[in-house]
């Protein structure tokens, strides 16, 4: 009855369980480790290599002709003609003839056989190359009861990162929010949310218009003028908004002048104020036209004589 191992491989493809117990950037310093350990009696069955970010690389090793493939032909056909003349010696008598032969015939067949396979793709594939899945870098996995001891263990042999975490993924830095800038009325303006930031609601996008729905040929010529017709913008210019003229003031209307009132020469006089002013609500009284020396003698006269 056999006895089930500590760390079977299982049947099924499934990722790796443990604790990580150091961490490699190369495969050779990942295997060393495993080595030591190995060395230093642990259970290695305990342990796992486990590469991460893994690459698919391909090393180009040269170009690829027709001579370079007429000699990998033959090489490779001499292999399988050796082995055919090897085993056709053992049953006729191991001669040496059967087996050059044998290697001659195979050589040529694998000439043959390259060049025109060489030929059929049709110079496709120029070069030659070697690929390799490599991993940027390993880590070695222990179970949680021995980790411990691994790490003292591999401690000794100062290589690499023992006993180093995972790299956890760097934070996305806060955006910087801009600075609040008050208004023209003393309130201030809220910062505008930085596009995508963590914890902050975004505002509803708009609904996109609906596109406008091609003219046709038939009504719109190439420079996009009507065949028929003209467009209101074209025929009548929008006209500049006039600009607000201030108001003037108000004048006001000049009183008429107050016509004299005729009096009779004979009337009394107007009485005057005592003060000298005239009457409340009432037009000041024109002056009174004094009679020249003259025009006095003359009435004076016409009124003695009333023949003259």
Known sequence: MSMPRANAVPRVPTPPTGVEIARYPTYLEAQKAVDFLSDKHF??????????GLQAVERITGRLTYSRVAIAGLASG????????????????????IIVAAIGI??????????????????????????????????ILCVADRAG?????????????????????????????????????????????????????????PAPAAPAAPVSPRFQTPSGEPRYGRRLEDVAPPTAPQAPQPATPAQPEPAAP?????????????????????????????????????????EGTSSDDPTK
């Open 43 to 52: 259970a290695v069955e305990n342990v796992t290599i486990v590469g991460e």
């Open 78 to 97: 001499a292999w399988f003609g050796l082995f055919v003349g090897l085993l056709l010696s053992l049953f006729e008598g191991g001669s040496a003839a």
């Open 106 to 139: 195979g050589a040529a067949f694998g000439v043959l056989f390259g060049l025109i396979s060489y030929a059929l793709t049709g110079n496709q594939r120029d070069f030659t190359s070697q690929s390799q899945i490599v991993a940027t870098s390993y880590a």
């Open 149 to 205: 001891e691994a790490r003292q263990v591999l401690s000794e042999l100062g290589l690499g990162q023992p006993g180093a975490a995972r790299p956890a993924a760097p934070a996305a830095p806060h955006a910087a929010q801009p600075p609040t800038t008050p208004g023209a009325s003393g309130w201030t303006v809220p910062p505008t949310p930085a596009p995508g930031a963590p914890g902050q609601q975004q505002p509803a996008q």
């Open 258 to 298: 107050a016509q004299p009132a005729p009096q009779s020469p004979a009337g009394p006089a107007a009485p005057e104020a005592s003060d000298g002013a005239t009457p409340q609500g009432q037009p000041p009284a024109p002056a009174r036209p004094e009679p020249e020396a003259g025009s006095e003698r003359e």
